[in-house]
């Protein structure tokens, strides 16, 4: 496990309590799930992701992540509809061990109330947080 | 002997079945044709299996090399917590291979099975009079099957008293199953928290229980060796509100002879013939799932059961509020003869092998409690749970623990469950092993501890003596790969 | 005891540590209220007194050792070569538990792999699982699986000629649920009538089985189409998998999920149990699959070998969110299947189940020949319907008492089926036993 310092936590990203992040990216917004998730999971063999034009509230389950021996649900960061999803996941799921903030985004979402994104954490009050925890 | 029963000794590789033979081969004798070909219609026709040709010899090498990379409890100790790894006697392989039960059709009329018929109505006796409850079924195949039928009743019952319900209530230390199949009945598993000292507290359940709940589902002995000492007390406040209590009789290796469930207070109860009753786990199965229940809830067991009447025993479907079927048609009856051999063999004195199972397990806890954490220092059932907070320091974990007592000769113990005690590793002795043998673990359990703060590589890289080393498992569930 | 070891002294000693003055100190943590009131009343006996008593109730038994058997409707008698038995009973595979264990497990792994891979050469499909308990739970499982697959879709359709026991359990499994169930009739050949398909709302999956209860051989090209037309998961099960040994593969007719019962391959009928619950599917599907699954990987040292895999399917993980509650599988009668399956070998199953067809047809045509009516019309494999004369049952009875098993009776399956049985014939039939049974059944 990594200690807290070592955590890579971009600035350009806003995080949840339950370890998600979403970067804006014009209309959409980008999801994924924090280094501090992926490093607590362990190597992740599957993840289980919605197909586009699924619409979630802020705050609902939109899939799961699985490592060998354990399974993780994934929430909503913001409501709105699913525009795509990562489909590289599939083949490697390894990329969100790896990269989880670039290559390891997990779907994009129009949202339908953007100004959600401005109540998520910054990267202060994520660490914050976990240092809490 | 002092010295370490694991030890090397020659392995054979062998490789997969289609990597050997050559087509036109046989390994078996075909019955000498007697009637002439009749060939199929075209359209239907296909090529036959890909499988591989094999001569006998072949056939005979490949599975004894396999088989001899294998550890079973006829190679030596099991501690597998609630597992119950017993000694699977011989003679019980004997009765159930007789040619009047293995080449018994189960669809003959009832007075051509007499023997099967007899067998299983003594049976289901015989496991309702040891759990004290009053009726029994032995349809389920498997625990978890059992566990479905117990749900299946408890949803039949409800639904006969006009009052379907929607909830179920589940401790935190219940195996994974007990949640699964109450949720293919449509209840809602609500989890209760188990109290400081391990065992259930009436006010979690109080709390919880309400009149849309079903009822609990309690294991017990529960999956930490405890005994749920409140249990008279649940179900009573279970019963107040109409529910039911289920118990999961996985380890009642700790309570035959001892503990009376219908006195305390429960309705259904679901026993592994594989575990308690000394059936052979088979690397995996066949099991056999039995439950039992108060007088109340007899109406809604499986159909057909076995009824006796003044002139021998029937196959009865009369039971109109039977939840129906669980199997094709009456169960692993032949691990039944295995128990029923069982049970004829040991009759009373299986309350002695509650007792040495008990025993055993309180003396190994009593032995290992200075060098691995205990999480419960109470007198424990037939396991105790320990875990790895002492190891923590040299970085050693329990599945390093577990993988060196493999160099050292002895299966593992069950790890990391119950999930509520973390880095658990769970011992379950059950009654076969020797005083010597026991001695000789806990040796190896010490000399183990011992390793870790002297050598923790040696655990972190172990097994060290079997055929292969630890498994990638990420590479495994990554990348599929089910089939040659 | 023979099974216990303890000396008087053994005890002693380790109630000493324990610091317990007796056994029954050892359970002062249970309240007196839950504890028994009078001792176990069971009788014991000694190994002679067991031997005795289980061959009595052995004897008092319809067997193959000495009935002659035309009756399969689900359980067959097919020879055993003496090399699975002897195999399968090497304790190292008995003894053993869920290979959770991977380093001292890899024979039971191996063998399951193995298992696995011939099970989807014989059905043609991508992957199969560990197994399940039986057929008919294995068919409750396949429509479980359609409806997960199906998302929103609640609705699930079944042939009336699939075995009509798995068909009960398939209710009891569903009972509870919120899902439907629709039964399809049969056609006057014998096979499934799907014309009712397109009436059917919200489908998310069909089973039809091949060869069927009455022993007809479905045309499972046609009902894949029907079937996917419907956007439905098409399901085809069995309880005679010999019949693949001449038939074509349901994978190669598109079925999403084969299942069925496995006794047929090397496992004693037992009076039913166990059993062997064959599971196989498309590989789009594997993560919908109940049960286990054996998958190849390497060790530390880059070796083959095998481990339990894509665990996050079951229970133990999963919960209640489970693909399925089964725990174990039906692993020692899986090992079974593929020792049958590899002394068999390609060759040699594709003889035995021409040979089951071949003495089929010649009872089929020898009853034809006698006057009696073969009522379907469906091309058959080692089962036929015959329907005899009325009050045959009364004959029925009488051929009892000469030890020859003449068929089932369809009646208590299909009650506009009076006077229909379903006969069966394996390798173990001779011409001689046929001719003898026509003889009888003319006279």
Redesign the interface.
Known sequence: MKELSELNLPEDVRYTKDHEWARRKGETFQIGITDFAQDQLGDIVFVELPEPGDVFQNGDEFGTVESVKAVSELFMPLGGEVATVNAALEDSPELVNNAPYTEGWMLEIAASDPSEFDQMMDREAYLEMLKGS | MNESIGTRGLILN?P???ER?R?????????R??????P??EH???E???????S?VE??R???R??????????GM?P?GS?T?????K?N?????????????????SE?????L??IYELEH?LA??A?LEAATVQP?????G??TG??IF?AYHRDRGKPRTKILIPDTA???N????????F??VPVETGPDGVLLPEAVEALMDEDTAGIMVTNPNTLG??E?H??AIAAIVHAKDGLVYADGANMNA???????G??GVDVLHINLHKTF?T????????SGPVCVGKRLAPFL?APRVVKTGEGYLLSEDFPKS?????????????M?RAY?Y???????????S??A???A??IK??LKDVYHLPFD??CMHECVFTDKFLEKHKVTTLDV??RL?DYGF??PTIY?PLVVHGAIMIEPT?????ETIDQFIATMRAIAQEAQEDPSLLQ?A?HK?????????????K????? | MRYLSHTPEDLAAMLQVVGVKDLEGLFRTIPEDCRRTAPLDLPEMTEWELNDHMARLADRMVSWADYKTFAGAGSYHHYIPEVTRSLLSRSEFVTAYTPYQPEISQGTLQGIFEYQTLVCRLLGMEVANASLYDGAMAVAEALLMAIRIGRRKKTVAVSTLVNPYYRKVVETYLAPTEFNVVWLPYRPDGTTDLSGLDAIADLAGVAVQSPNFLGGIEDLAAAGKAIHDRDAIFITCFSEPLAYGILKAPGALDADIVCGEGQSLGIPQSFGGPGLGVFAAKQQYVRNLPGRLVGQTVDADGKRGFVLTLSTREQHIRREKATSNICSNQSLCAMAAGMYMAALGGTGFRELAQLNHDKAEYLKSALQAAGLEIPFASTTFNEFVVKLPKGFDQKWQALLQKKILAGIPMVCYYPELADHYLFCVTETRSKDDMDALVKEVQA
């Open positions: 062998e997969f079945l289609w033979g087509k036109g081969r046989s390994g078996y004798s075909l019955p044709r007697d009637v002439d070909p009749a199929l219609p239907l026709a296909g036959g299996p890909d499988f591989p040709d094999l006998e056939v005979v490949h599975y004894t396999l088989s001899t990379w294998n550890y079973g409890v006829d190679s099991y597998l597992c790894m017993k000694y699977n006697p003679t392989e004997r009765q159930a291979s007789l040619p009047g039960f293995a080449g018994a059709h189960p669809l003959v009329p051509l099975c007499q023997g099967a007899q067998l015989y009079h040891v004290g195949s498997a625990g978890a099957q566990e479905l749900m299946l949803s195996h994974g199953t949640p699964a199949s109450a949720a293919l009945c449509g809602k598993a405890l005994f000492t249990i008279q309570v035959m002879g001892v503990v009376d469930f006195r305390a000394s052979p786990h088979g690397g995996g199965g066949p099991g499986p939840i129906g079927k669980l199997h094709a048609f009456y169960g692993n009856f032949g691990i003869v051999s049970i004829l063999s040991m009759g009373p004195k299986l309350k002695d092998v007792q040495h008990v025993l055993n309180n003396y009593e032995l109470v007198p577990a993988k493999i299966h593992p469950f009654e076969s092993e020797s005083k890289q097994p079997p055929k292969v080393r630890r498994m990638d498992e990420t590479a495994a569930a990554r599929p790969c089910l089939r040659g």
